[in-house]
Protein backbone atom coordinates (compact mmCIF):
# COMPACT_ATOMS: atom_id res chain seq x y z
CA UNK A 1 0.00 0.00 0.00
CA UNK A 2 1.33 3.30 -0.91
CA UNK A 3 1.35 5.81 2.21
CA UNK A 4 -1.14 8.30 2.76
CA UNK A 5 1.44 10.73 3.45
CA UNK A 6 2.23 12.55 0.04
CA UNK A 7 4.11 14.63 1.75
CA UNK A 8 4.81 15.96 5.10
CA UNK A 9 5.41 19.60 4.75
CA UNK A 10 8.39 21.19 5.98
CA UNK A 11 8.94 21.91 9.71
CA UNK A 12 6.49 18.72 10.87
CA UNK A 13 8.88 16.68 12.92
CA UNK A 14 6.11 14.54 13.36
CA UNK A 15 7.40 14.45 17.52
CA UNK A 16 10.59 11.95 16.50
CA UNK A 17 7.93 9.63 14.97
CA UNK A 18 8.83 7.95 11.71
CA UNK A 19 6.56 8.63 8.86
CA UNK A 20 5.19 4.93 8.60
CA UNK A 21 4.31 5.38 11.99
CA UNK A 22 2.73 8.54 11.50
CA UNK A 23 1.22 6.49 8.36
CA UNK A 24 -0.45 3.91 10.45
CA UNK A 25 -1.80 6.37 13.46
CA UNK A 26 -2.96 8.87 10.27
CA UNK A 27 -4.99 5.17 9.14
CA UNK A 28 -6.06 4.00 12.55
CA UNK A 29 -7.87 7.69 13.11
CA UNK A 30 -9.29 7.29 9.74
CA UNK A 31 -10.67 3.86 9.86
CA UNK A 32 -11.34 3.18 14.01
CA UNK A 33 -13.25 6.50 14.31
CA UNK A 34 -15.11 7.84 11.43
CA UNK A 35 -16.52 6.38 8.54
CA UNK A 36 -20.16 4.79 7.60
CA UNK A 37 -21.71 2.83 10.77
CA UNK A 38 -24.70 0.36 10.49
CA UNK A 39 -26.42 0.39 14.19
CA UNK A 40 -25.23 -2.48 15.82
CA UNK A 41 -23.44 -4.16 13.80
CA UNK A 42 -19.31 -3.46 14.59
CA UNK A 43 -17.55 -5.90 16.78
CA UNK A 44 -14.24 -6.03 16.85
CA UNK A 45 -11.54 -8.03 18.75
CA UNK A 46 -8.18 -6.83 20.26
CA UNK A 47 -5.46 -9.57 21.33
CA UNK A 48 -8.57 -12.21 21.26
CA UNK A 49 -10.85 -10.51 23.80
CA UNK A 50 -13.96 -9.60 22.06
CA UNK A 51 -15.20 -5.40 22.67
CA UNK A 52 -19.08 -5.60 22.43
CA UNK A 53 -20.80 -2.27 23.96
CA UNK A 54 -24.19 -3.46 23.88
CA UNK A 55 -26.58 -0.99 22.19
CA UNK A 56 -23.65 1.18 21.09
CA UNK A 57 -22.42 1.82 17.35
CA UNK A 58 -19.50 2.83 18.04
CA UNK A 59 -16.86 0.57 19.66
CA UNK A 60 -13.47 2.11 19.22
CA UNK A 61 -12.82 5.91 18.90
CA UNK A 62 -9.69 7.87 18.65
CA UNK A 63 -8.53 9.90 21.85
CA UNK A 64 -9.45 12.63 20.45
CA UNK A 65 -13.29 11.75 19.28
CA UNK A 66 -13.89 10.33 23.06
CA UNK A 67 -12.65 13.50 24.20
CA UNK A 68 -14.60 15.84 22.37
CA UNK A 69 -18.31 13.72 23.25
CA UNK A 70 -16.96 14.25 26.93
CA UNK A 71 -16.89 17.57 26.78
CA UNK A 72 -19.50 18.39 25.40
CA UNK A 73 -21.54 15.48 27.92
CA UNK A 74 -20.00 17.70 30.23
CA UNK A 75 -20.71 20.95 28.94
CA UNK A 76 -24.83 19.42 28.21
CA UNK A 77 -24.65 18.25 31.99
CA UNK A 78 -23.60 21.29 33.10
CA UNK A 79 -26.06 23.39 31.24
CA UNK A 80 -29.09 21.11 32.25
CA UNK A 81 -27.90 21.27 35.57
CA UNK A 82 -28.09 24.88 35.59
CA UNK A 83 -31.88 24.66 33.73
CA UNK A 84 -33.22 22.44 36.25
CA UNK A 85 -31.86 24.39 39.71
CA UNK A 86 -33.02 27.89 37.86
CA UNK A 87 -36.41 26.10 37.87
CA UNK A 88 -36.46 24.55 41.16
CA UNK A 89 -35.42 27.70 42.99
CA UNK A 90 -38.50 29.00 44.19
CA UNK A 91 -39.16 32.72 43.56
CA UNK A 92 -39.15 35.11 46.25
CA UNK A 93 -42.21 36.47 47.50
CA UNK A 94 -42.87 40.44 47.90
CA UNK A 95 -42.35 41.27 51.52
CA UNK A 96 -45.75 42.39 52.80
CA UNK A 97 -48.00 39.92 51.23
CA UNK B 1 -21.09 -16.20 7.38
CA UNK B 2 -20.94 -12.81 6.84
CA UNK B 3 -19.61 -9.55 5.14
CA UNK B 4 -17.29 -7.29 6.10
CA UNK B 5 -18.39 -4.36 4.56
CA UNK B 6 -15.72 -1.69 3.13
CA UNK B 7 -17.00 0.57 1.34
CA UNK B 8 -20.28 1.53 -1.13
CA UNK B 9 -20.39 3.42 -4.49
CA UNK B 10 -22.76 3.82 -7.49
CA UNK B 11 -23.28 1.14 -9.41
CA UNK B 12 -21.09 1.83 -12.30
CA UNK B 13 -17.86 1.87 -10.79
CA UNK B 14 -15.47 -0.25 -12.17
CA UNK B 15 -14.82 -3.56 -9.95
CA UNK B 16 -12.44 -4.07 -7.85
CA UNK B 17 -9.60 -5.93 -9.38
CA UNK B 18 -9.54 -9.47 -7.34
CA UNK B 19 -6.36 -10.05 -8.25
CA UNK B 20 -4.47 -7.16 -6.37
CA UNK B 21 -6.66 -6.78 -3.85
CA UNK B 22 -6.74 -9.04 -0.85
CA UNK B 23 -9.22 -8.12 2.18
CA UNK B 24 -9.38 -8.42 5.87
CA UNK B 25 -8.00 -11.59 7.08
CA UNK B 26 -6.72 -12.62 3.15
CA UNK B 27 -10.37 -13.03 2.15
CA UNK B 28 -11.32 -11.64 -1.77
CA UNK B 29 -13.52 -9.48 -2.24
CA UNK B 30 -16.37 -8.95 -4.58
CA UNK B 31 -19.29 -6.55 -4.86
CA UNK B 32 -22.38 -6.77 -3.71
CA UNK B 33 -25.10 -5.16 -5.25
CA UNK B 34 -28.42 -3.58 -4.24
CA UNK B 35 -30.28 -1.30 -6.65
CA UNK B 36 -28.44 1.92 -6.98
CA UNK B 37 -25.49 1.24 -5.11
CA UNK B 38 -22.86 -1.52 -4.99
CA UNK B 39 -21.03 -2.60 -1.60
CA UNK B 40 -16.95 -4.10 -1.98
CA UNK B 41 -17.78 -6.50 0.81
CA UNK B 42 -15.43 -10.00 1.76
CA UNK B 43 -17.39 -13.28 2.94
CA UNK B 44 -16.27 -13.77 6.47
CA UNK B 45 -16.00 -16.47 8.82
CA UNK B 46 -16.96 -15.79 12.49
CA UNK B 47 -18.76 -12.97 14.57
CA UNK B 48 -15.34 -10.11 14.83
CA UNK B 49 -12.27 -8.60 13.09
CA UNK B 50 -9.46 -8.56 15.40
CA UNK B 51 -7.47 -5.51 15.27
CA UNK B 52 -4.52 -6.00 13.38
CA UNK B 53 -1.68 -4.25 11.56
CA UNK B 54 -2.77 -6.23 8.72
CA UNK B 55 -6.78 -6.33 9.04
CA UNK B 56 -6.92 -2.09 9.42
CA UNK B 57 -4.39 -2.03 6.69
CA UNK B 58 -6.22 -4.37 4.54
CA UNK B 59 -9.23 -2.34 4.78
CA UNK B 60 -8.08 0.60 3.87
CA UNK B 61 -6.38 -0.74 1.07
CA UNK B 62 -9.38 -2.11 -0.87
CA UNK B 63 -11.15 1.26 0.10
CA UNK B 64 -8.25 2.65 -1.30
CA UNK B 65 -8.24 0.72 -4.46
CA UNK B 66 -11.83 2.12 -5.06
CA UNK B 67 -10.81 5.17 -4.69
CA UNK B 68 -8.78 4.64 -7.51
CA UNK B 69 -11.50 4.51 -9.83
CA UNK B 70 -14.35 6.51 -8.18
CA UNK B 71 -15.00 8.06 -4.83
CA UNK B 72 -17.07 5.83 -2.42
CA UNK B 73 -18.66 6.03 1.33
CA UNK B 74 -16.10 3.92 3.74
CA UNK B 75 -17.06 2.17 6.04
CA UNK B 76 -15.55 2.37 9.35
CA UNK B 77 -13.49 -0.80 10.15
CA UNK B 78 -15.04 -3.58 11.79
CA UNK B 79 -18.45 -3.47 9.59
CA UNK B 80 -19.84 -7.05 10.41
CA UNK B 81 -23.20 -8.26 8.79
CA UNK B 82 -25.40 -10.37 7.39
CA UNK B 83 -26.27 -9.79 3.94
CA UNK B 84 -29.89 -9.26 4.83
CA UNK B 85 -28.88 -6.92 7.30
CA UNK B 86 -26.72 -4.82 4.73
CA UNK B 87 -29.49 -4.74 1.90
CA UNK B 88 -31.99 -3.26 4.54
CA UNK B 89 -29.45 -0.56 5.33
CA UNK B 90 -28.93 0.18 2.09
CA UNK B 91 -32.71 0.09 0.82
CA UNK B 92 -33.07 2.56 4.11
CA UNK B 93 -30.46 4.98 3.10
CA UNK B 94 -30.25 4.70 -0.55
CA UNK B 95 -31.27 8.47 -0.52
CA UNK B 96 -28.78 9.10 2.40
CA UNK B 97 -25.85 7.13 0.58
CA UNK B 98 -26.70 8.68 -3.14
CA UNK B 99 -26.95 12.29 -1.27
CA UNK B 100 -23.48 12.31 0.30
CA UNK B 101 -22.25 10.17 -2.61
CA UNK B 102 -22.92 13.17 -4.91
CA UNK B 103 -21.52 15.62 -1.96
CA UNK B 104 -18.11 13.92 -1.96
CA UNK B 105 -18.37 12.93 -6.08
CA UNK B 106 -14.94 13.47 -7.79
CA UNK B 107 -13.02 14.38 -4.14
CA UNK B 108 -10.29 13.16 -1.91
CA UNK B 109 -10.26 13.91 1.16
CA UNK B 110 -6.86 15.65 2.46
CA UNK B 111 -5.67 16.21 6.11
CA UNK B 112 -4.32 18.77 7.86
CA UNK B 113 -2.98 18.58 11.25
CA UNK B 114 -1.64 21.79 13.27
CA UNK B 115 0.93 22.24 15.62
CA UNK B 116 2.08 24.57 18.26
CA UNK B 117 5.69 25.14 17.82
CA UNK B 118 7.07 23.32 21.85
CA UNK B 119 8.07 27.04 22.93
CA UNK B 120 5.19 28.95 22.27
CA UNK B 121 2.36 26.72 24.32
CA UNK B 122 4.72 26.34 27.10
CA UNK B 123 3.28 27.38 31.15
CA UNK B 124 6.17 30.07 31.45
CA UNK B 125 5.56 31.61 28.55
CA UNK B 126 1.57 31.29 28.82
CA UNK B 127 2.18 32.50 32.41
CA UNK B 128 4.00 35.69 31.42
CA UNK B 129 1.40 36.56 28.85
CA UNK B 130 -1.47 36.20 31.78
CA UNK B 131 0.15 38.45 33.47
CA UNK B 132 1.49 40.81 31.07
CA UNK B 133 -3.04 41.25 29.95
CA UNK B 134 -3.87 41.33 33.69
CA UNK B 135 -1.14 43.19 35.03
CA UNK B 136 -2.09 40.63 38.62
CA UNK B 137 1.64 39.99 38.14
CA UNK B 138 2.70 42.78 40.36
CA UNK B 139 -0.08 42.41 42.69
CA UNK B 140 1.50 40.76 45.86
CA UNK B 141 0.47 37.62 46.89
CA UNK B 142 -0.19 36.18 50.36
CA UNK B 143 -1.51 33.05 51.82
CA UNK B 144 -1.96 29.61 50.26
CA UNK B 145 -5.72 30.72 49.31
CA UNK B 146 -4.45 33.56 47.10
CA UNK B 147 -1.33 31.62 45.45
CA UNK B 148 -4.14 29.30 44.30
CA UNK B 149 -6.70 31.18 43.46
CA UNK B 150 -4.14 32.71 41.58
CA UNK B 151 -2.55 29.82 39.45
CA UNK B 152 -5.88 28.97 38.84
CA UNK B 153 -6.47 31.97 37.26
CA UNK B 154 -3.38 31.62 35.08
CA UNK B 155 -4.61 28.01 34.04
CA UNK B 156 -7.63 29.26 33.12
CA UNK B 157 -7.22 32.22 31.42
CA UNK B 158 -3.98 30.74 29.63
CA UNK B 159 -6.21 28.04 28.27
CA UNK B 160 -8.58 31.27 26.83
CA UNK B 161 -5.29 33.00 25.50
CA UNK B 162 -4.70 29.02 23.57
CA UNK B 163 -8.46 28.60 22.27
CA UNK B 164 -8.74 32.38 21.10
CA UNK B 165 -5.21 31.76 19.34
CA UNK B 166 -6.16 28.52 17.58
CA UNK B 167 -9.49 30.00 16.27
CA UNK B 168 -7.48 32.68 14.53
CA UNK B 169 -5.39 30.34 13.13
CA UNK B 170 -8.67 28.06 12.08
CA UNK B 171 -10.14 31.23 10.70
CA UNK B 172 -6.81 32.21 8.62
CA UNK B 173 -6.23 28.95 7.28
CA UNK B 174 -10.03 29.13 6.23
CA UNK B 175 -9.65 31.80 4.54
CA UNK B 176 -6.35 30.91 2.49
CA UNK B 177 -8.03 27.17 1.31
CA UNK B 178 -11.61 27.59 0.81
CA UNK B 179 -11.28 28.53 -2.78
CA UNK B 180 -9.32 25.24 -3.25
CA UNK B 181 -11.81 23.27 -1.50
CA UNK B 182 -15.49 22.07 -2.12
CA UNK B 183 -16.25 21.01 2.06
CA UNK B 184 -13.99 20.79 5.52
CA UNK B 185 -14.49 19.89 8.70
CA UNK B 186 -12.21 21.60 11.14
CA UNK B 187 -11.81 20.57 14.72
CA UNK B 188 -10.18 23.61 17.02
CA UNK B 189 -9.62 22.13 20.03
CA UNK B 190 -6.13 23.30 21.49
CA UNK B 191 -4.20 21.63 24.00
CA UNK B 192 -0.65 22.24 24.49
CA UNK B 193 0.34 20.83 20.96
CA UNK B 194 -2.33 20.29 18.79
CA UNK B 195 -4.20 23.57 17.33
CA UNK B 196 -6.14 22.13 15.41
CA UNK B 197 -7.59 19.47 12.99
CA UNK B 198 -9.13 19.69 9.82
CA UNK B 199 -9.88 17.45 6.58
CA UNK B 200 -10.74 19.02 3.80
CA UNK B 201 -12.56 17.75 0.54
CA UNK B 202 -10.86 18.51 -2.83
CA UNK B 203 -11.87 18.14 -5.63
CA UNK B 204 -9.52 15.85 -7.51
CA UNK B 205 -8.80 18.51 -10.38
CA UNK B 206 -7.68 21.08 -8.13
CA UNK B 207 -5.65 18.81 -5.70
CA UNK B 208 -2.28 20.41 -7.13
CA UNK B 209 -3.86 24.01 -6.37
CA UNK B 210 -4.60 23.05 -2.75
CA UNK B 211 -1.11 21.55 -2.01
CA UNK B 212 0.32 24.89 -3.76
CA UNK B 213 -2.15 26.72 -1.79
CA UNK B 214 -1.38 25.08 1.63
CA UNK B 215 1.95 25.10 1.00
CA UNK B 216 2.19 28.54 0.38
CA UNK B 217 0.19 29.29 3.58
CA UNK B 218 2.54 27.08 5.55
CA UNK B 219 5.55 29.43 4.63
CA UNK B 220 3.12 32.56 6.50
CA UNK B 221 2.96 31.00 9.59
CA UNK B 222 6.98 29.48 10.35
CA UNK B 223 5.53 29.64 13.86
CA UNK B 224 3.50 26.68 13.17
CA UNK B 225 4.32 22.83 12.27
CA UNK B 226 1.82 21.49 9.54
CA UNK B 227 1.34 18.02 9.40
CA UNK B 228 -0.85 16.84 6.26
CA UNK B 229 -1.79 13.90 4.66
CA UNK B 230 -4.06 12.92 2.18
CA UNK B 231 -5.24 11.75 -0.30
CA UNK B 232 -7.87 9.88 1.93
CA UNK B 233 -11.21 8.44 1.02
CA UNK B 234 -13.52 10.83 2.56
CA UNK B 235 -14.20 9.29 5.65
CA UNK B 236 -14.75 12.32 7.61
CA UNK B 237 -17.38 12.93 5.19
CA UNK B 238 -19.71 10.19 5.23
CA UNK B 239 -21.70 9.56 8.61
CA UNK B 240 -24.94 9.36 7.37
CA UNK B 241 -27.32 9.94 10.75
CA UNK B 242 -25.47 7.82 13.06
CA UNK B 243 -22.84 10.59 13.91
CA UNK B 244 -21.04 9.11 17.03
CA UNK B 245 -21.98 12.09 19.24
CA UNK B 246 -25.87 10.98 18.83
CA UNK B 247 -25.39 8.14 19.75
CA UNK B 248 -24.33 9.45 23.30
CA UNK B 249 -27.30 11.57 23.20
CA UNK B 250 -25.86 14.87 22.31
CA UNK B 251 -27.42 17.23 20.60
Not at chain 2, 47 to 72: F, G, S
Request: hydrophobic share 40%; aromatic share 6%.
Amino acid sequence: MSSPFDKVMEGADGEGFEESDLSLLETLDHVLSKGLVIAGEITISVADIDLIFVGLNVLVSSVEKAHEVLRERELAARTGARATLAASTPKKQPEGE
Amino acid sequence: MKLYAYCVSEDGGKPVDKELVTGVGGSSVRWLKADELIVAVSDVDGDTIAITRENVLAHERVVRKVLEYTTPLPFRFGTLVTEARLQSYLQAQQAALQSKLLLVDGCVEMGVKIIWQAHSTNKESLSEEVSANSRVGEQLIEGAGSAFLMAKRQEVMGEKILADRAKEIASWLNERITASIRKDHTSVRPDEKLVLTAAHLVERSRLEQYRRTLKQACSERPELHFLTSGPWPPYSFVNVELEFKTQFGVS
